[in-house]
């Protein structure tokens, strides 16, 4: 019988220089619920390898991609493809074709869009380490409002960074759980993705590097830390949010903080394309 828990995957250091693969074309074949946009890795085994194939794809970004501009529904409509999409080169090369078509600054929207599919695909990595424990299991396929249940609740997921407004008083904003999760939900999912769901907030943050704090969404071990902490202690918070009328809603959250595990750093590697 296959064991529930396997073994973790070497993890794929976000600040680790690139390995080429060497494995034959034939074996980096997509896997057969991958061309279901709904679908996803459903054995222990087939979340495992999906999380580090995401891992692997994720540390090929190692060096700072800038938003160029605001998340918005305008250029969020044009790339819809970083969702389908499982390769950065294959992103920057769609990204560039729309760029063309549209007559759109070609550096300002592949950035816009790779940094959109750098956060998605490390929500969906984080979203896998959930989905490994007991009694988690995945929400309706392509309900915006429930990315997992956990023994029974649906909860949505999302992963953010230390707002800079708080960068060296993070002991401060974490002590406070309720007020923190208030914070986040006033503050994040604004036009069309608005929603006052249960949310579980992974809170990235780096005290002695945070201009390297975005490099803890491809961390897979500081993430399956944090995580695995969580889920063996479970402590919710009650919160109460208004709604667009101001009509008070309550919602069950959690903040979870992710922090780099100790260690070495490697340096900084550069390996961008300088002529997207």
């Known amino acids: 019988m296959e064991p529930f828990f ?3 995957p070497r993890p794929y250091s976000p600040y680790a220089p690139l390995r080429r693969s060497t494995r034959p074309a034939a074996s980096r074949r997509q896997p057969a619920w ?16 999906e999380i580090a194939r995401i891992g692997r794809q994720l540390t090929r970004i190692v060096a700072e991609v800038p938003w160029g501009r605001v998340q918005n529904d305008a250029w969020d409509g044009l790339c ?10 294959s992103v920057r090369a769609r990204a560039t074709q729309v760029a063309l078509e549209r007559n759109l600054d070609r550096t300002e929207f592949v950035q816009y869009a790779l940094r959109r599919w750098y956060c998605f695909w490390g929500a969906r990595q984080a979203e ?5 424990h007991a009694g988690v299991e995945p929400g309706p396929p392509k309900d915006h409002e429930v990315d997992f249940t956990i023994d029974g609740v649906p ?5 953010s960074e230390l707002p800079r407004a708080f960068a060296g008083r993070a002991d401060a904003f974490f002590a406070d759980q309720a007020k923190t999760a208030v914070w986040f939900y006033t503050h994040q999912s604004r036009e069309r993705r608005f929603h006052l769901a249960n949310r579980l907030f992974l809170v990235l943050d780096d005290p002695t590097f945070p201009e390297e704090t ?3 969404r491809a961390d897979i071990a500081a993430l399956r830390t944090s995580i695995d902490g969580f889920l063996t202690q479970r402590r919710y918070v009650e919160v109460a949010i208004p709604d667009p009328d101001g009509q008070p809603c309550r919602a ?20 961008s394309d300088p002529n997207r």
């Open 214 to 216: 975005w490099r803890l």
């Open 6 to 8: 396997p073994p973790p």
């Open 34 to 49: 991958a061309a279901d946009e709904a679908a996803g890795p459903q054995t222990p085994a087939e979340r495992t390898a």
């Open 128 to 132: 896998l380490l959930f989905l490994c």
């Open 252 to 271: 069950l959250s959690a903040v979870i903080p992710v922090r780099p595990g100790p260690g070495p750093r490697q340096l900084r590697l550069d390996f």
């Open 155 to 159: 909860f949505d997921l999302k992963t």
């Open 80 to 89: 819809p493809f970083i969702f389908r999409l499982r390769a950065l080169d």
